[in-house]
């Protein structure tokens, strides 16, 4: 469902700061600064993370995921309570920002109105002015990561270069091969079409084997196209794998049997391994070393305003 591209573009989730009403006794789970943390806040943000998880994975690694973030669970809450402090504090106006992300969004989804995307978040349960605002506050997490880490990374070339050279495994561009074909399929008792084979056979002559397939090979489409199609290692049947191995450009091989029927092909071309050169992969290698650098840097500012600032856990949240 298109909608599924807006929701879990949404990482940031927001917290609620306000008071619980006086007729309800809250548990306290901890204190930042003057702030209580209580088990209805807890349980609204496990709810909303679930969410997100639920909506990017699946299986064993999603079972996985919700495990892990249970037990940071307070911990999360409390950087995330720590960075909306600071969120605060910056005052910032990102309302042209969010306006922005929102007009992209209706157009990666083909959403001609507000009311068309207002309508799809609706079907998933999910208040627009809820969404949008969530939308605000993960834009102002941003600023403010930026603002005091991610303005402060520096990549410089001696580091690129070392991660070229460390990982020319991601840069490798896989050998490729481009085959052509004749096919002649199997009945369903296995009979091979001994007489149509040899007749083939006889009319293939250097030169005409795109005549001959066009007027003799049983794949779809090959009065048209003869092209079997471009394959890496390991995507064709063994056989025919094998036997494209041994052939050079324009050659073509024997008949060859596979499970669904009887080949001959033909090598149409043929790119060997190579690794691409870095001045075409070097934004990559700088967004991943960024990504990487600011991850950690994160982690030490978070860290520091756990030292500026008032945190006690009074209970573990189960």
């Known amino acids: 469902m298109k909608v ?19 007729e309800v006794i809250e548990e306290i789970y901890a204190m930042v600064n003057d702030e ?7 349980k609204e943000f496990e709810m909303g993370m679930t969410r997100s998880l639920q909506a990017q994975l699946e299986g064993e690694k999603l079972e996985q995921a919700l495990q892990n973030f249970k037990k940071e669970l307070l ?9 909306l402090s600071k969120i605060k504090e910056k005052n910032y106006n990102v309302d042209s920002d969010v306006e922005t992300i929102i007009q992209e969004i209706k157009k990666q989804n083909n959403f001609a109105s507000d009311d068309d995307l207002k309508s799809a978040l609706q079907a998933e349960g999910i208040d627009f002015g809820v969404w949008k605002d969530q939308w605000k506050e993960r834009r102002k997490q941003e600023r403010l990561v930026w603002d005091e880490v991610g303005s402060k990374i520096k990549i410089d070339n001696p580091q690129i270069m070392e ?8 840069f490798t561009v896989p050998a490729e091969t481009t085959l052509n074909c ?22 293939l002559k250097p030169g005409l084997f795109a005549e001959v397939a066009q007027r003799h090979s049983e ?7 003869i092209a079997l199609g471009k394959f890496k290692k390991g995507e064709l049947d063994k056989n025919l794998e094998d036997a494209a ?25 043929f790119s060997a391994d190579r690794i691409r050169e870095v001045k075409d992969v070097r934004e ?3 967004q991943k070393l960024r990504e990487d650098q600011q991850q950690v840097k994160l982690k030490d500012y978070i860290a520091q305003l756990k030292k500026e600032s008032y945190v006690k856990i009074l209970k573990e949240y189960q």
């Open 163 to 170: 991660y070229y050279r460390r990982n020319a495994e991601q």
């Open 36 to 42: 209580a943390i209580t088990g209805t806040e807890l």
């Open 75 to 83: 911990n999360q809450f409390i950087e995330q309570k720590l960075l």
């Open 4 to 22: 599924k591209i807006i929701l879990t573009a949404i990482i940031f989730l927001t917290i609620n700061l306000g008071f619980a009403s006086a």
């Open 284 to 286: 990559d290698i700088i």
């Open 219 to 225: 794949l779809p489409g090959a009065a048209d196209s």
């Open 182 to 203: 004749i096919y002649l399929k199997k009945n369903d008792n296995g009979a091979k079409p001994q007489e149509k084979m040899d007749l083939i056979a006889s009319e």
């Open 245 to 269: 191995a041994k052939l050079k450009k324009d050659e073509y091989s024997g008949w060859i049997e596979t499970d669904n029927g009887w080949y001959i092909i033909q090598l149409a071309d």
